[in-house]
C-alpha cells in the first residue's frame, strides 16, 4: 500500500513539473516577444498626425499634431492604433497607417546646429529648435546625416538628438 501512494506521489510531482515547465516557457517567450516589440521606433509618414489620448478617432481626444518624421517610440498596440512615447516622454496613440520604420530623429536640446559635415569644424547650415524632425539619411560614428522635410540637409551629434 505505502508503496502504491509513493508511486502516486512521484507521479504527481512529475505531472506538476511538466506543467510548470510548459507554463515558464509560454512565459518566457511571450516576455521575449514583449522586449522585441516593446521599443521599436517608427516615425511619422504624413505631413501632420494626430496623437490621440486614447486609441478612439474623435475631436475631442486629440492629445498633439505630430510633422511627418517625428520619431516615437511603441510601448504596445491596441486594435488599430499604436501606444507610444515622445522624445518627451508623453504617451499617446496613433493609427498604425500613418506611420512607418522610417529612421528619424528630434531635437531634443535648446537648438542644435546642423553642419555640412560631421564634425564641430563643419560650417553650420541650419539652427534647428528643439522639436524639430528630420529623417536619417546614414551615419558616421556618432553624427547623423538628417534631411528636414523643407529638404535641407546636413550633420547632427546623436548627443542632441532622439530616435533613430
Known sequence: MKQKKSHT????????????????????????WAAVAYGEMVS???????????????????FIQAPIHYPLRVLGTEGA??????????QGYIDTDIVDKTRSAVVTVG?????????????????????????????????????HASGSTGWMHKNLLWGY
Open 9 to 32: 506521489n512521484i507521479f504527481r510531482t512529475e505531472v506538476f513539473i511538466m506543467k510548470f515547465r510548459t507554463v515558464t516557457t509560454v512565459l518566457l517567450i511571450l516576455l521575449c
Open 44 to 62: 511619422v509618414a504624413v505631413d501632420r498626425a494626430n496623437i490621440r489620448e486614447t486609441p478612439k478617432i474623435n475631436q475631442y481626444n486629440l
Open 81 to 90: 492604433f499604436y501606444k507610444v512615447m515622445d522624445y518627451r516622454g508623453q
Open 111 to 147: 537648438r542644435g546646429n546642423l553642419r555640412s559635415g560631421p564634425g564641430t569644424s563643419n560650417k553650420v547650415i541650419l539652427r534647428a529648435e528643439r522639436g524639430v524632425s528630420f529623417k536619417v539619411i546614414k551615419e558616421s560614428g556618432e553624427w547623423l546625416q538628417l534631411e
